[in-house]
């Protein structure tokens, strides 16, 4: 079983400070997605990526793919409370039927 | 475009009871999954189907059942409700069967077993 362990569980910070959050496995993926989810919703695809080494920027969002493909992290530059949310990260093993391993997902929190 | 939708949005059981789960997509996507998400355990794939006629298990299919007669329509059945089903289920859709793509969530259904 491929197992995705996202860090920190838990953030809380104010508007204006950046932050960073890690998504790690012991297994390779061939992609990893990140999602963030609000209360009462379902999560709301972010962005993919899929090459070693990748960087995809998103406003002030900024992903990044390990070069082993093997980890992944977010990076929000200047939070808003707008950021608030439960950010998942998910990676596909490889090109079959059988879904997507989730990490437990880090809940952040931006105070005004 | 509704996208992704699930009805009931909350439901109460009793321990023993059945009932299905509606999920239905109007973007003639091929690939449709449920996931159920609990506190500390994060999404977990219940059950798949690649296209109309095929399904499949993912990782915890025990208890429910599902099946696809139509493209647009993928509903989950409990069989006989146990508490241990609380949570929350989520289904969603992509263009192919490729886990790699994008993945449109419906809003879920809260789902209370006592």
């Known amino acids: 079983t491929q197992l995705l362990e996202q860090s920190p569980q838990f953030l809380s910070i104010q508007e204006g400070e950046n932050l960073t959050v890690y998504c790690n496995s012991s297994s390779v993926f061939s992609s990893l997605q990140w999602y963030r989810q609000e209360p009462g919703e379902g999560p709301v695809l972010l962005v993919t990526?899929?090459?070693?080494?990748e960087v995809k920027k998103l406003k002030r969002l900024t992903f990044q793919f390990g070069d082993a493909r093997k980890d992944s992290s977010l990076h929000i530059t200047a939070a808003q409370p707008g950021d608030t949310g439960l950010y998942l990260c998910?990676?596909?093993?490889?090109?079959?039927?059988?879904?997507?391993?989730f990490g437990k997902g880090t809940h952040l929190i931006i105070q005004p | 475009n509704a996208g992704v939708t699930q009805t009931p949005k909350f439901q109460v059981l009793k321990t023993g009871q059945s009932m299905t789960l509606q999920c239905a997509q109007d973007m003639n996507h091929e690939y449709m999954s449920w996931y159920r998400q609990d506190p500390g355990m994060g999404l977990r794939l219940i059950h798949y189907s690649v296209g109309a006629g095929i399904t499949d298990q993912g990782e915890v299919p025990n208890g429910y059942n599902v099946s696809r007669s139509t493209t647009e329509d993928f509903p989950l059945r409990l069989l006989s409700a146990a508490p241990s089903q609380t949570s929350v289920y989520f289904c969603?859709?992509?263009?192919?069967?490729?886990?790699?793509?994008?993945?449109?969530f419906g809003d879920g259904t809260r789902l209370s077993i006592l």
């Open positions: 998910a990676g596909a093993a490889g090109g079959g039927a059988d879904g997507l391993t």
């Open positions: 990526v899929v090459t070693g080494g």
């Open positions: 969603a859709s992509s263009w192919t069967y490729r886990a790699d793509q994008p993945q449109h």
